[in-house]
């Protein structure tokens, strides 16, 4: 996992490296819009805070199941935190070290802004005593951010793939999304390279695709939801000539 795995860097003025982040140039002469990660403002040393962090990198739910928590991706942190900012125990847990106030910086491309992300003043400054369990909350906050990244990247595909949709308002382009991924969650086509056939195909029939019993045989097979989508988008290109 070391191409994926998370790092934790010190920044200090004048090296070459925290320049680069800092540009707003493209690589390989500026990083600024590659998200390398979150940034981190505390008095404890770098040691204190891999030791921190490495407690949430990979995490058990409360039925034994290893999770990797990818809490240092901007997109996830943020949302996550939304949902947490009111549960005491959680924002301390993450928040606070030996006594100490961290705060989390996270680059928001979209404005080209920052998210300031930190513990109130008031809270008590008390660490729970028992182990991090990956709990419903971050299920739910992790989910929905995964499928709004899904959502996104299959709008955008489909946008480049039929003219039709391209020049709809983005509202009913996010309407029509939600109505065919949801068509194609019920036959069990969630991963994403197949969400996208399933929805490409979708539009070229400009039709539920279950109404074709051809199709719908395919849908309810026992194949592999990456064949499922290839070969239903195989058959509509096929016999429409697309």
Do not use: C
């Not at 995964?146 to 020049?167: G, P, T, V």
């Amino acid at each position: 996992l070391k191409e994926h795995a998370p790092y934790i860097v010190k920044l200090e003025d004048g090296n070459d490296f925290a320049r680069k982040l800092f540009t707003g140039l493209k690589p390989p002469l500026g990083l600024w819009e590659k998200e390398l990660g979150i940034f981190i403002r505390s008095r404890a040393s770098l040691a204190e805070l891999r030791k921190h962090f490495r407690k949430f990198t990979r995490v058990q739910d409360e039925n034994g199941k290893w999770y990797y928590f990818r809490f240092w991706e901007s997109k996830y942190l943020v949302n996550y935190n939304r949902l947490i900012k009111d549960d005491l125990e959680r924002v301390n847990r993450w928040y606070l070290l030996a006594g100490d106030r961290l705060e989390i910086i996270v680059p928001n491309l979209k404005d080209k802004s920052i998210i300031q992300i930190s513990t109130k003043e008031n809270l008590q400054h008390q660490m729970p005593n028992k182990s991090f369990l990956l709990a419903d909350v971050e299920r739910m906050s992790f989910q929905e951010t995964r499928r709004h990244e899904i959502h996104e990247k299959i709008r955008k595909y489909l946008i480049e793939r039929n003219d039709k949709f391209a020049d709809v308002v983005l509202k009913r382009q996010k309407e029509l999304l939600d109505i065919i991924i949801g068509q194609a969650e019920h036959y069990g086509i969630r991963i994403e390279k197949a969400v996208g056939d399933f929805a490409e195909a979708s539009l070229i029939n400009e039709k539920p695709l279950d109404q074709d019993m051809i199709i719908k045989k395919i849908l309810t097979s026992d194949y592999h939801p990456l064949d499922k989508g290839r070969l239903v988008l195989k058959d509509v290109k096929t016999r429409l000539g697309k």
